[in-house]
């Protein structure tokens, strides 16, 4: 006679619920719980921010530069330490970098991080960059890198 | 599988010696890049390497100017030890200070120990060197200006002159050159000083002005107005009324 004819049925379908549920359990710990602590902890990251996701704005005559980052802390009554996904948006370019200062009455920004200008078929890549005179100057610090396409 | 590793350690490698793609432009700078938007112009600075597929350019500093965005060029202005190559062109120059006008194909080259290579014409000067490439003018001024072509030598302290456009080797058209003390051209085996000298390739002649010496095959001619016919080699020398033609002949037997 077959040995599974000699199982209790009701032992059995209470087996495959219980293994059922072994899976559904290591599949809800592993996925949803780590993602729930990977929102906690960078909630916990916004903590230490002074703001949270800041929004500022550069004008001049002829064009508007768009500054927005992850966090801000601020430096003193008028600066702003900018950080995590810092990006200057213009309708001409965009330049990404972390750890921007910038000066919310001189409206001028300063980074020493490595800092990525794309622009129409232009790239550059520099040690840093800073922002003066209403973003009519663009200053790329360091060894840096052009490429034309 | 040590195949595989070793394509792929191949490709990572080039991909980092040769960062530049084909048809594009890289310009590396020590000290960083200026940007001034109002202006139309960066600024490049410090140890400036500009390479592309055909032209390549080194300088202290660089400024590039720009019609639109920072791709479309107009003006490269580039000083100190400038050194540059353009294959498209077939040129090549050293100087102190180079502005380049992309549109209308000017260069200009300018400082001491200044030099133009194009199409194997070679241009030296102390002073400026001067060459549109669509109008075929050029002009050399300064001390120590000399023009090398195919079959002349000049030396002047202004030669203003034209190049054929149409043709690969660039064939002088049209030479004035001019020098307050005395211009020197070599022509196959005849040499010629004057003050100032006018070559015009639709008559095949130099005409030289002032302080004229002809020399060739041991024997010296001066006077005050002369021309050499290019076609057949053939010169003459006249003098003004109060001056006398002066014939030299050296026997190089004796």
């Known amino acids: ?149 | 599988m040590k195949f595989f590793f070793i394509i792929i350690c191949i490709l990572i490698f080039t991909k980092e010696l040769y960062s530049r793609n084909i048809g594009e432009t890289e310009i590396l700078t020590d000290d960083g890049i200026e940007v001034f938007q109002k202006e139309k112009y960066y600024l490049l600075k410090k140890n400036v390497k500009i390479e592309s597929d055909t032209f390549s350019l080194k300088g202290d500093n660089v400024e590039v100017y720009f019609e639109k965005d920072l791709y479309d060029i107009k003006k490269i202005v580039a000083i100190g030890n400038v050194n540059f190559n353009s294959s498209e062109y077939n040129l090549n120059g050293l100087g102190n200070e180079l502005i380049l006008y992309t549109e209308k194909e000017e260069i200009i080259i300018n400082g001491i120990q200044s030099k133009l290579i194009i199409n194997g014409t070679e241009m030296k000067s102390d002073g400026n060197i001067n060459v549109n490439n669509l109008t075929g003018e050029f002009f050399i001024l300064g001390d120590n200006s000399s023009l090398l072509a195919q079959e002349i030598y000049i030396i002047g302290e202004k030669i203003d002159g034209i190049f054929s456009s149409n043709t690969e080797v660039n064939e002088i058209k049209f030479l004035d050159v001019k020098d307050k003390n005395i211009s020197y051209i070599k022509s196959d085996d005849t040499e010629m000083y004057a003050k100032h000298a006018i070559y015009k390739k639709e008559i095949d002649i130099i005409e030289l002005k002032e302080d004229v010496k002809i020399i060739r095959d041991g024997e010296t001619i001066s006077g005050d107005y002369g021309t050499l016919d290019t076609k057949d080699n053939s010169y003459k020398v006249k003098s003004n009324s109060s001056n006398k033609v002066k014939v030299v002949i050296i026997n190089s037997d004796e």
């Open chain 1, 1 to 149: 006679m077959n040995n599974l004819l000699l199982l209790n049925k009701k032992i059995l379908l209470l087996f495959i619920l219980f293994l059922f549920l072994l899976i559904f359990g290591f599949l809800f710990t592993k996925f949803y719980l780590t993602n729930t602590l990977v929102n906690y902890s960078k909630s916990n990251l916004n903590i230490g921010a002074d703001i949270v996701e800041p929004r500022f704005s550069i004008n001049n005559k002829s064009k508007k530069i768009s500054v927005s980052a992850n966090e801000g802390n601020f430096v003193n009554d008028q600066e702003i330490l900018l950080r995590n996904n810092v990006m200057f948006k213009s309708k001409d370019f965009i330049i990404k970098s972390d750890n921007v200062v910038f000066d919310t009455i001189k409206l001028t920004a300063q980074s020493k991080d490595d800092s990525k200008f794309i622009s129409d078929k232009t790239t550059i890549s520099s040690k840093g960059f800073g922002i003066t005179e209403n973003g009519n100057i663009i200053n790329f610090n360091g060894k840096s890198k052009l490429i034309i396409k």
